[in-house]
């Protein structure tokens, strides 16, 4: 894949920083919410939980806000009930979309998106119309920053990791979906894990017509913007939307 974390970064050129500071906190804790109330508290007994702490620390999240996130969840009165959705769609020109969403209105979230697919020369498709282009993987993102490939490549390898891809950013460990939480435990006690999490990553890549790029840098940047959107994923080549955001 070119570029693991291109499509964020191109998202990311969007709109005020602080903005966005505060929607990735907001999926965050979320994610964090999620992964107390189908697991423990106790990030040592909780893979997802840990995770999720990884990808917090990584983004800066202060300690006291993903403590604060962790009592609530665990808490007697809290009466949250978020639901983990995907969505699938064309875009623009074909290209292939799924969206990963936690949300506590199923209705609100299924329209806003349905809206965004069909305002932007793109249409919501069902469940699996288009993840058969996508590999559902485990990925693990490591600093670089005091972690040597050889040695991390060793751990991952050991633990049952398929690879270990270096990118400019970061190290990603690739591994299996029955793999993932073994690997993950074996390669956080051994290196700074930056975020953890199932992915899905296209089969090939399709490149985006000129007359296509705009409408789709609208639809994933609509999407990207929704605080009920956790994840978005494409096929599309990302090398040729990067040219169109600059």
């Known amino acids: 894949m070119a570029g693991h974390s291109q499509f964020k970064n191109i ?48 983004a800066n999240m202060p300690n006291e806000r993903i403590d604060r996130a962790i009592k609530s ?11 983990e959705i ?13 969206v990963e969403a ?4 199923k209705n609100r979230t299924a329209g806003e998106v349905r809206s965004y697919f069909n305002k932007n020369g793109g249409s919501l498709g069902e469940t699996n119309s288009v993840s058969f282009l996508f590999q559902r993987i485990g990925e693990i993102q490591v ?15 050991g633990a049952g990791a398929n690879d270990v891809e270096d990118e400019p950013d970061s190290f990603y460990v690739v591994t299996e979906v029955d793999a993932f939480s073994q690997v993950y435990q074996e390669v956080d006690a051994a290196a700074t894990v930056q975020e953890a ?20 840098m609208r639809l994933l940047t609509s999407l990207d913007d929704n605080d009920d959107v956790q994840n978005v994923y494409t096929n599309a080549d990302l090398s040729s939307l990067a040219e169109a955001s600059d």
């Open 197 to 216: 999490k199932l992915v899905w990553r296209p089969m090939a890549e399709v490149a985006v017509a000129e007359e296509n790029r705009d409408g789709l």
């Open 86 to 98: 995907r969505y699938e769609g064309y875009g623009p020109g074909g290209i292939a979309i799924i």
């Open 73 to 83: 969840a665990a808490g007697p009165d809290n009466t949250d009930d978020y639901s």
């Open 102 to 105: 936690m949300t506590d209105n």
């Open 143 to 157: 600093s670089r920053e005091g972690t040597d490939f050889e040695a991390l490549f060793d751990v991952a390898a």
């Open 11 to 58: 998202m990311h050129r969007k709109g005020a920083q602080d903005a966005k500071r505060a929607k990735i906190f907001t999926r965050i804790g979320r994610e964090i919410a999620v992964s107390v109330k189908l697991g423990s508290p106790d990030p040592d007994a909780n893979p997802r939980l840990r995770a999720a702490i990884s990808a917090a620390k990584a």
